[in-house]
């Protein structure tokens, strides 16, 4: 951080301090007294064992378990002193060891110390240059906004020059769920404070888009928490827009809301979307609490490289999160999702005409069934869709329980039983698992543990199964039994590298190579079937998100595409996020299956 190796000085005692380093999730800073005063020459005593004790505390928290040894080594003390020091800091509460393998570890004391630090923390004097950024940034007003009872109350503002102004917000109040940073506040509730909010809330109409059926809102909120950022649009004043994103502090818990706020006609539902990562990397700049929304914000630079004439942009839709794709033969249509609208679009890649399903919840995936229809990989289960009369009816819902988790990417085997995996909503890690629904309607839990469930296929001859997680960038092989639907003998098939994105949907061809779609990677990569890659197809989108083969032959891949958290600077070099892309590959595909049930 920038703060690092700053020397501050006591206006009272002249003593000099230098910040040696701030942990980023604490947000403890680590002092060095640097001079007694301007007078003296000499060391405080104990300063130098300070300075030894925080080194100790550093080459912990940079490398969690190393042992005794190890630490000595590194520290550069004698082993004398650093037993002796390693033990104060275990007495202290700051270290702690773990007697299974004697290895070290930071102790609870440091996260009690964090906690008063946050239950200390100057919510306004933090935020102050993110609303001055954003404000510049959008040519609008930024407000800071806070829970008060069961209102939204407006703390801070900072007013944009223009010709239409709204005025001084602060100490406004607002409504919960009809406001922008009201509804990033409530997405971001725990499951039974947030019921017990909506239990407290009245659903008032202020406008004719006010969202007043608590089902809907409930919903709604979901894909809030999922997308990173709310929006409203018209629903507490007519002709008012915002996007907002919670500040949240280190249990993943609201603090407060930083709001773009202005005239609809000037905010309109897309500038609102993209400025949704904005707002989303203010609010996590002003709580210095990294990493507590689904998926990544940061995007990897565009690789450098002539543009294949043979990438082609086949449906120009502008999903938020286009996912799922599957080839439709009898209808040579091409079907796919967009998890955050939420909606189920079917496409003509011939002429790139698309129709969109609206769908009443989160969907990650999508395969047709025997019987007709689809069936979904939905937020709250696995369920039939009728998409000419709009008809879900649930086939399971394994993870009922589990209000945090939503299913995402699914495929069927070849004996047409349905493959799928689910993740928490805000990517906590090892909340996903891997399911199997039988055409008779049950379901199976196979494996869970996974941080983000995604891609998965099969080999030609069925006897491996890939399953990809995203969240750790690797892509797992197993031995599949396709009489019993049953896998076995995990192993890592490949592994993205940092810097290359993150490894999302993928398919399989009929030469028995995986293709994988690089979120965040500007590219789609072929890998042989002993997990080296064959060939890398560069595209003018950072976010890939899946892949199917399609077309008359099953030649042409089509690719999926994401626009959501992309800033504006990024959607202006990547206009097309969010499209499907044609790719004419000289390889021929696996016709996917339909669920038999």
Not at 182 to 189: E, P, Q, S, V
Not at 555 to 575: C, D, F, G, K
Request: hydrophobic letters at 40%.
């Amino acid at each position: 951080m920038a703060i690092n190796g700053l020397i501050l000085r006591c206006s009272q005692c002249k003593v000099k301090f230098h910040i040696l380093k701030v942990c980023s999730m604490s947000r403890l800073a680590v002092v060095e007294t640097v001079h007694r005063n301007e007078d003296s020459s000499r060391e405080i005593p104990g300063a130098q064992a300070l300075r030894r004790g925080v080194s100790l505390l550093d080459i912990v928290a940079d490398m969690p378990g190393l042992r005794f040894s190890e630490i000595a080594d590194r520290s550069g003390l004698t082993k004398p002193t650093t037993h002796r020091m390693l033990a104060t800091l275990v007495e202290a509460g700051l270290l702690r060891t773990d007697e299974r393998d004697q290895s070290y570890h930071l102790g609870f004391k440091l996260f009690e110390m964090a906690h008063r630090v946050w239950d200390q923390f100057d919510l306004r004097n933090a935020a102050e240059p993110e609303l001055e950024r954003l404000r510049d940034l959008a040519g609008e007003n930024v407000r800071l906004a806070i829970f008060d009872m069961d209102e939204v109350l407006y703390v801070d503002q900072r007013e944009a020059m223009q010709v239409v102004r709204l005025g001084n917000g602060v100490g406004v109040r607002a409504s919960a769920h009809a406001s922008g940073a009201g509804k990033a506040m409530l997405a971001h509730l725990e499951p039974l404070m947030r019921e017990q909010f909506l239990n407290r809330l009245k659903l008032n109409r202020f406008t004719p888009n006010s969202i007043t059926d608590r089902d809907a809102l409930v919903q709604h909120l979901d894909i809030t928490k999922a997308r990173g950022y709310a929006v409203s649009v018209e629903e507490q004043h007519v002709g008012v827009n915002s996007v907002a994103a919670a500040i949240l502090d280190h249990r993943a818990r609201a603090i407060g809301a930083v709001a773009i706020i202005g005239p609809a006609y000037r905010l309109d539902l897309d500038r609102l979307h993209m400025l949704g990562r904005d707002v989303l990397e203010a609010a996590r700049r002003i709580s210095g609490n990294a990493g507590q929304v689904a998926m990544s914000i940061a995007t990897n630079p565009r690789p450098l490289g002539v543009d294949r004439d043979d990438v082609v942009s086949a449906v120009p839709t502008t999903a938020f999160l286009g996912e799922g794709p599957v080839w439709l033969p009898t209808q040579q249509k091409l079907a796919f999702v967009d998890i955050l609208a939420p909606a189920i679009i079917m496409s003509d890649p011939k002429d790139g005409t698309f129709q969109t399903h609206a769908m009443p919840e989160l969907v990650g995936a999508i395969v047709p069934r025997r019987r007709g229809g689809f069936l979904a990989a939905m937020q709250t289960g696995l369920k039939a869709v009728d998409i000419e009369t709009g008809t879900v009816t649930t086939i399971a819902a394994p993870e009922a329980t589990k209000l945090g988790n939503r299913f995402n990417d699914g495929k069927c085997d070849r004996r047409g039983r349905f493959w799928a995996g689910t993740l928490a909503i805000d990517t906590t890690p090892g909340h996903g698992s891997l399911y199997r629904l039988d055409p008779d309607g049950r379901c199976t839990l196979i494996e869970s543990g996974f941080h983000v469930s995604n891609g998965l296929g099969w080999s030609p001859d069925d006897r491996i199964f890939y399953f990809t997680d995203s969240g750790v960038r690797k892509i797992y092989a197993y031995d599949f039994d396709i009489e019993a639907g049953t896998i076995a003998n995990k192993r890592i098939f490949a592994e993205v590298p940092e810097g290359a994105g993150a490894p999302d949907g993928l398919t399989v061809d009929s030469e028995g190579y995986l293709w994988s779609a690089h979120w965040d990677g500007w590219c789609v990569t072929r890998y042989d079937p002993d997990g080296n890659v064959d060939r890398v197809i560069n595209l003018p989108v950072p976010r890939p998100t899946s892949c199917a083969f399609g077309g008359p032959d099953l030649t042409t891949l089509y690719v999926t595409t994401a626009r959501i958290r992309l800033s504006v600077h990024q959607l202006a070099e990547a206009p097309l996020s969010g499209s499907v892309f044609a790719i004419q590959t000289g390889v021929k595909g696996i016709p996917e299956v339909p669920f038999a049930g």
